[in-house]
């Protein structure tokens, strides 16, 4: 009829140069149904797209019978196919055959990882997290990332490969290294193509370390046939901080392995065991803990429960 309908689809999408981040496409074009094509927009699809996705083009020189575009802004080392959709002024017609499935080339990395942070660890290390680079942001092969860190106010960086692209941390050790000692650090990238930016700079303690000090004068007393009050001190450490104190209890006739454990939280140096069998001895020690671990344990201490 005279009053035309959307155009009918393209003919398949013909994928032409590719660089890291462009691919030359060119379509036969679509039968415009009485109602003169308006436009023609170009869509790409990877592995990383929810479906269908507009694509960014620049026109190219129309060469015979054929149309043609660029796809710019593409991501290097993706997966993409192509397809082209005609309009007239009726409406928006049906796809074109998607294109063969293409490559873009390999580039160096241009992303950086997120949220560099510290990780609390062991005594003498530095725990350094990040959040990797999704396989989209990668640019090619051979992807890793390059850790960079150096005490504060001091000149040059340690650098350390790491060479899985999954990675998310790196833990470094150093017997010199005082607890809570602040370092800066970054995390970049490489690939095979040479290497990509660093993160911004940020400031990561090294782990506190577990206290050093054994709690001492622990002493036992008997309150009643259930209850035993314990005291004891503890050596006020510069590090190491106790988060709290770990009680350990056992009876004088079984084996070492039924201990029994009771844990205080914060910087109180007392605790009250209960439901105790009457009429027994028992043996305790005391040791401080924090979240990096244990201190020594105190010397044993003992005392019967009343009758």
């Given at each position: 009829?005279?009053?035309?309908?959307?155009?009918?689809?393209?003919?398949?999408?013909?994928?032409?140069?590719?660089?890291?981040?462009?691919?030359?496409?060119?379509?036969?074009?679509?039968?415009?149904?009485?109602?003169?094509?308006?436009?023609?927009?170009?869509?790409?699809?990877?592995?990383?797209?929810l479906?269908?996705?507009?694509?960014?083009?620049?026109?190219?020189?129309?060469?015979?019978?054929?149309?043609?575009?660029?796809?710019?802004?593409l991501?290097?080392?993706?997966?993409?196919?192509?397809?082209?959709?005609?309009?007239?002024p009726?409406?928006?017609?049906?796809?074109s055959?998607?294109?063969?499935?293409?490559?873009?080339?390999?580039?160096?990395?241009?992303?950086?990882?997120?949220?560099?942070?510290?990780?609390?660890?062991?005594?003498?290390?530095?725990?350094?997290?990040?959040?990797?680079v999704?396989?989209?942001?990668?640019?090619?092969?051979?992807?890793?990332?390059i850790?960079?860190?150096?005490?504060?106010?001091t000149?040059?960086?340690?650098?350390?490969?790491?060479?899985?692209?999954?990675?998310s941390?790196?833990?470094?050790?150093?017997?010199?290294?005082?607890?809570?000692?602040?370092?800066?650090?970054?995390?970049g990238?490489?690939?095979?193509?040479?290497?990509?930016?660093?993160?911004?700079?940020?400031?990561?303690?090294?782990?506190?370390?577990?206290?050093?000090?054994?709690?001492?004068?622990?002493?036992?007393?008997?309150?009643?046939?259930?209850?035993?009050?314990?005291?004891?001190?503890?050596?006020?450490?510069?590090?190491?901080?106790?988060?709290?104190?770990?009680?350990?209890?056992?009876?004088?006739?079984?084996?070492?392995?039924?201990?029994?454990?009771?844990?205080?939280?914060?910087?109180?140096?007392?605790?009250?065991?209960?439901?105790?069998?009457?009429?027994?001895?028992?043996?305790?020690?005391?040791?401080?803990?924090?979240?990096?671990?244990?201190?020594?344990?105190?010397?044993?201490?003992s005392?019967?429960?009343?009758?």
């Amino acid at each position: 009829g005279s009053t035309g309908s959307p155009p009918g689809p393209p003919g398949v999408v013909i994928v032409e140069e590719i660089t890291e981040s462009t691919a030359t496409l060119s379509w036969s074009p679509a039968t415009d149904n009485h109602s003169p094509i308006s436009s023609y927009n170009l869509q790409a699809r990877s592995p990383f797209s929810l479906g269908w996705q507009t694509v960014k083009t620049v026109p190219e020189v129309i060469t015979g019978d054929m149309e043609s575009a660029m796809a710019v802004d593409l991501n290097p080392w993706v997966e993409y196919e192509f397809r082209v959709v005609a309009t007239n002024p009726i409406g928006t017609g049906d796809p074109s055959i998607p294109s063969r499935m293409i490559r873009t080339n390999e580039a160096v990395p241009k992303t950086a990882p997120s949220n560099v942070s510290g990780r609390s660890g062991r005594r003498h290390e530095l725990v350094i997290a990040w959040e990797p680079v999704s396989e989209e942001f990668q640019n090619g092969e051979g992807f890793g990332y390059i850790v960079a860190f150096r005490p504060n106010g001091t000149r040059g960086w340690k650098e350390k490969m790491v060479t899985s692209s999954e990675a998310s941390k790196f833990i470094y050790r150093d017997e010199s290294v005082p607890p809570l000692t602040p370092f800066e650090v970054k995390v970049g990238v490489y690939n095979n193509k040479g290497d990509g930016p660093f993160s911004q700079i940020v400031v990561i303690c090294s782990a506190e370390g577990e206290p050093t000090a054994a709690p001492t004068d622990v002493t036992a007393t008997s309150v009643s046939v259930s209850e035993i009050f314990v005291v004891w001190k503890h050596v006020k450490e510069s590090l190491g901080r106790p988060q709290g104190f770990e009680i350990s209890y056992w009876k004088d006739t079984e084996p070492e392995d039924s201990v029994e454990t009771v844990r205080t939280r914060g910087n109180e140096s007392f605790v009250m065991l209960t439901g105790l069998e009457g009429n027994t001895l028992y043996h305790l020690t005391v040791r401080a803990y924090n979240g990096a671990g244990y201190g020594p344990p105190s010397r044993e201490a003992s005392t019967t429960t009343k009758r």
